[in-house]
Structures are given as structure tokens and as C-alpha cells.
């Protein structure tokens, strides 16, 4: 993705992420991601259905990075079934690892490409897939 | 003043945040180093000349900051880790022992976690209950709220001199006085007081107080515990072990050395005690009314101009410290940190581990900066123009 395009994904997911807002209910599962190293603090909840993720949504207070991270995460999770969320997940890590990833799976969270570059900025992008990997284990320890 | 006493700034970076902790002066670094270097042995312990003179250093500190603080004598004086250690050391050792199911124990919302988790701790062990002195519009602490909240069974006020985000100086000698007359307690977190303000316990008459060495020009790994001599008999000591003991043969044959030995068990922290000496003697020799009134003109000077950023939202204008906490509009504290950063320029962004004070600010987060006596008002102008540009901001705080 071009630089310039990036960070206005950014910026835009920054200023207006989706979903964000408390969502009480027993069918959406609740959880929370931090970093040790910085304020960032956010919840994320998630209702599953059979083997697919129908819904999340997320609040908190979180750096530009984290919480357009946060959004672009979203958008491209709902409606996905666990197997595919997995396999998107994987490339987004790699790709912030700098390994070999498929580019075609990750949309918008492309806009974070450039993200290994600034090593301390790393753990803001991966920071909502630390919790939905956390949800995830939990659903499937269920 | 006195910038080139600083190796630190030779640097490079603008240095605002000083309630973290503040830059060392050359004279303090030299002084631990001769301390390595030409008599490092242990203290209390040997029969030779290094080991003495160890010993007298040592000591010294303790009578300086015996007159640094206005304190009576130096026993009263124990010399801890810093101002956490010096905290736990009270309410463990002395208010543990002493408060009972249904006491209460007063502290603010703005008081450090340091200043607040060792309290509720012992709550929780003792049945005591913890309150809060409501604050005033400012968010400041006065006589009149805390009368709202003393009954007859309150034991003990802990609070801070000056918060670290509020940033507010409290009345201790009022608070003092009032609750002296009542028996109680008062405990003062002096961390962001005594670098900053003069300080005099025998004028306050404050029962403890706490502080640390790395605020107040002197070295990490330090603090103080002054204690009133007359309670001093009534703190347990936390650490029992060498040092700090005169005979042991048995368990119920433990005979403890005077105080203030009995709290400094094992070998402390040498180089950091002489050091800290060696930043008492540098701040008396700048002068401690200077440096106060230094700093509150240069937090007037940056309050003025950041006042007339529309984006801007400070949360302590009235405060009288060299603190001062803001936001910047819809953007996160962290990334103006971050966009700071990049031009050299240290602040510290986040909740400055004062968890409870979002309750009475409202936001969780913010940016702090926090000055010294050798910040500059071309420094603050630095800052103010990048904080001025908040489209520069947002294009480059990631
Ligand atoms: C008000 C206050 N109390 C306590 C502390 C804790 O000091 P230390 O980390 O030196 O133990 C600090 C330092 O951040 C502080 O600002």
C-alpha cells in the first residue's frame, strides 16, 4: 500500500473506528488486551456463532495506531469463520514480522506494512490481535 | 540555572520530566565515583581507615538531611529506597500494628499508587476503612473538606505535599495542626515536595514523611523515612538481619540495635546514602526558595501559552508546582508523547501511576510536564511551538 494512502487508513480508522462502543449481553464474550510497556487499554467483545465470528465490537483508550488497528481488525473479521480469522490473524503478524505473507487477505491492514520499521510501535498494531487470539482460545476451550 | 552543572544536557533533548525523576549534577556523579573508587568498603563494619571514613559519609548524609528537612535529631533520619519503600516501611511496620477493624485512614484521589496500594493492604488485613478528603473545584485539598470527612475514629492521614499530576501544594501545617488535636496521625509523601519547596518538619510538626533521592538531584535507589523520634520506638522493623541487630542467641533472644540502625538492615546502599549527601549539599548551595520561585514563574510563563492553544485543554491551571498535566484535544497522550519525542523533547504521557485521579479529572490519560530549576523558557517556547500545530501533530505522531 502506498505511504501516503496508509496513513490516511490510519488517520481515518484512528478518528472514526467502527464499532466502538460497550456491548453488554451473555452471547458476546469480553476481553481485555494490554501492552506492559504503554497505557494502551482496550476491551474487546465478541459474539460468536457456531464456528463463526458474527460481531465484535471494542472500547478503551488506545494510541492512533492501536485503535485504527483496532477498527481494521474488525472490518475484516466479522463474518469470518474461526479457520479464516486464524489464517488472516497469521498474516498480519507475519507481515508485522517481516516474513512472507499473503497480501491479498489483509485489506486495509496493509496500512500497517511499514510497522516493523519503528520496533516500538510493533506491539500498538498487534495489540487487538493479542486479545481476539485470547477470545478465540477461550471460545474453543469452551 | 545552573545548566552546565548537568552532564545530561549536553545533550541534544529537552528534559521535562522531572516528577519521573530528575538529572543528576556533575558533583553528584563524582561524588559516588571517588566513593568506588578510592574507599569503597563496607559500612558499620570495619576496624581500618577506608571503612571509616565510610562510615563518616555516611553518616554526614544523615545530618544533612537532618537540616535539610528541619528535622530535631538525626535518628530521626532512616535511610530506605526511595519514597515506596519508605511508605511501606510506615504503614507496615507502624499502622499495621495498630489500626483496628472500623478505623479510618484518610487519603486523596490524587495521591500516587505508592501513597495508596500499601493502604489498602493493611485495610483489608485490619478491617480499617479508607476515605477520601473530597476536593475542591481545582481539585485542590483544603481544611474545610477535610473536616468533612475526620470522625472520631480516624487514625491517620496520609497525603501527598504536592500531587504528581494536580500538582497542587497542600496546607500541611493546618492538616497537621487539626488533626494533632484529635490524635491523629499524618503521614506526608514529600516525592514531589521536598526537591521542590523548602521543607521543615519540626514547622509542620507532620508525624512521617517519605521522599526519594532521584527527584531531588540524587541518585536512583535511595529515599528517606523521617519519623518523629518519639514514635520511632513503635515501628517494626521489615528486614531483620545483619546490621541492625546487637545479639541473637535465640528466637525469643533477639536484642535489635538503636534507632534509626534497627531499620537499615544488610548493607545499604552506600554510594547512593553519600551521593545523596552530595545532592542535598548542591541544592542548598542553589538555594531551595530560589528554586521554587524559579519554577513558579516559568510554570506561569507556560501556563500563559498554552492557554491561548485552542486545542489544548490543561486539567491543573491553578496548580502552584512545576507541574502541569493537559491533553490535546481528541488525540491520545501517548502519541504526542511520541510526536515530542521526535524532537528531543521528554514528557511523560499516561495515568503517571495515579490510577484513581481519572475519577476527578475525568480522563484517564495525559500528558505531563513536569519542570526544574535548569529548564529554560526557550525550552518551554520549543515545546509550545510544536504543541501549536495540531495538523503537524496528527501527521506525525505515528
Ligand atoms: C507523589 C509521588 N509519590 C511517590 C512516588 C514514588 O517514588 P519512588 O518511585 O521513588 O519510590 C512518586 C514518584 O513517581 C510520586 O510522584
Request: include cysteine; proline fraction near 3%; aromatic fraction near 10%.
Amino acid at each position: 500500500m502506498d505511504k501516503e494512502l496508509a496513513r490516511e487508513v490510519i488517520l481515518e480508522n484512528f478518528q472514526h473506528p467502527v464499532n466502538k462502543s460497550e456491548v453488554m449481553g451473555s452471547d458476546y464474550q469480553k476481553v481485555n488486551t494490554r501492552n506492559p510497556n504503554c497505557i494502551d487499554n482496550i476491551d474487546l467483545y465478541i459474539k460468536f456463532n457456531n464456528d463463526k465470528i458474527e460481531d465484535i465490537h471494542f472500547l478503551g483508550e488506545a494510541c492512533a495506531i492501536s485503535t485504527a488497528s483496532t477498527s481494521v481488525m474488525i472490518k475484516n473479521l466479522i463474518g469470518k469463520t474461526i479457520k479464516e480469522a486464524k489464517e488472516y490473524i497469521n498474516n498480519f503478524y507475519a507481515m508485522c514480522d517481516e516474513e512472507e505473507y499473503d497480501d491479498t487477505l489483509l485489506k486495509e491492514g496493509l496500512a500497517f506494512q511499514d510497522i516493523y520499521k519503528q520496533s516500538n510501535r510493533k506491539h500498538c498494531a498487534t495489540l487487538p490481535y493479542k486479545g481476539i487470539l485470547k477470545a478465540l482460545e477461550e471460545y474453543e476451550n469452551k | 540555572m545552573h545548566r552546565d552543572d548537568f552532564p545530561m544536557l549536553r545533550q541534544d533533548i529537552i528534559y521535562l520530566d522531572n516528577g519521573a525523576t530528575s538529572l543528576k549534577p556533575q558533583c553528584v556523579i563524582d561524588k559516588m565515583t571517588d566513593y568506588y573508587e578510592n574507599y569503597s568498603a563496607n559500612a558499620h563494619r570495619g576496624d581500618y581507615d577506608i571503612s571509616y571514613k565510610v562510615d563518616l559519609e555516611y553518616e554526614n548524609t544523615r545530618d544533612l538531611v537532618k537540616d535539610f528537612i528541619g528535622a530535631k535529631r538525626k535518628e530521626e533520619i532512616v535511610f530506605t529506597s526511595g519514597t515506596t519503600d519508605s511508605l511501606n516501611l510506615i504503614v507496615n511496620g507502624f499502622f499495621s500494628g495498630l489500626l483496628e477493624a472500623g478505623d479510618e485512614i484518610i487519603l486523596t484521589k490524587t495521591e500516587h499508587a505508592s501513597n495508596v496500594m500499601p493502604w489498602f493492604r493493611v485495610a483489608g488485613e485490619t478491617g480499617a476503612i479508607i476515605k477520601y478528603i473530597p476536593l475542591d473545584d481545582n481539585n485542590f485539598v483544603t481544611l474545610d473538606n477535610l473536616k468533612k470527612v475526620v470522625t472520631p475514629k480516624t487514625k491517620v492521614i496520609s497525603l501527598a505535599e504536592i500531587t504528581n499530576v494536580v500538582g497542587d501544594i497542600r496546607p500541611i501545617k493546618e492538616i497537621t495542626k487539626f488533626a494533632h488535636e484529635r490524635d491523629i496521625f499524618v503521614v506526608v509523601d514529600g516525592a514531589q515536595s521536598v526537591p521542590h519547596i523548602k521543607t521543615n518538619v519540626s514547622d509542620t510538626d507532620v508525624d512521617f514523611l517519605a521522599f526519594s533521592a532521584h527527584k531531588m538531584c540524587g541518585p536512583t535507589g535511595v529515599g528517606v523515612l523521617y519519623a518523629k523520634y518519639e514514635l520511632m520506638q513503635n515501628i517494626e522493623p521489615m528486614n531483620l538481619g545483619g546490621g541492625m541487630n546487637e545479639s541473637f542467641d535465640a528466637p525469643d533472644k533477639m536484642v535489635l540495635k538503636e534507632v534509626p540502625t534497627r531499620f537499615e538492615a544488610g548493607t545499604p546502599n552506600i554510594s547512593g546514602v553519600i551521593g545523596l549527601g552530595e545532592a542535598i549539599k548542591y541544592l542548598n548551595k542553589v538555594g531551595m526558595d530560589k528554586i521554587s520561585a524559579y519554577e513558579k514563574n516559568l510554570r506561569s510563563y507556560l501556563i500563559e501559552k498554552l492557554v491561548s492553544i485552542p486545542h489544548i485543554d490543561i486539567l491543573n491551571i491553578e496548580a502552584d508546582s512545576g507541574i502541569v498535566a493537559f491533553n490535546v484535544d481528541g488525540l491520545f497522550s501517548e502519541d504526542v508523547a511520541y510526536y515530542l519525542n521526535k524532537y528531543g523533547i521528554c514528557v511523560r504521557a499516561g495515568s503517571h501511576c495515579a490510577k484513581l485521579t481519572k475519577d476527578v479529572l475525568g480522563v484517564a490519560n495525559s500528558i505531563r510536564v513536569s519542570l526544574y530549576f535548569y529548564n529554560t523558557e526557550s525550552e518551554i517556547d520549543s515545546l509550545v511551538e510544536l504543541l501549536k500545530d495540531k495538523d503537524k501533530i496528527m501527521k506525525e505522531m505515528f
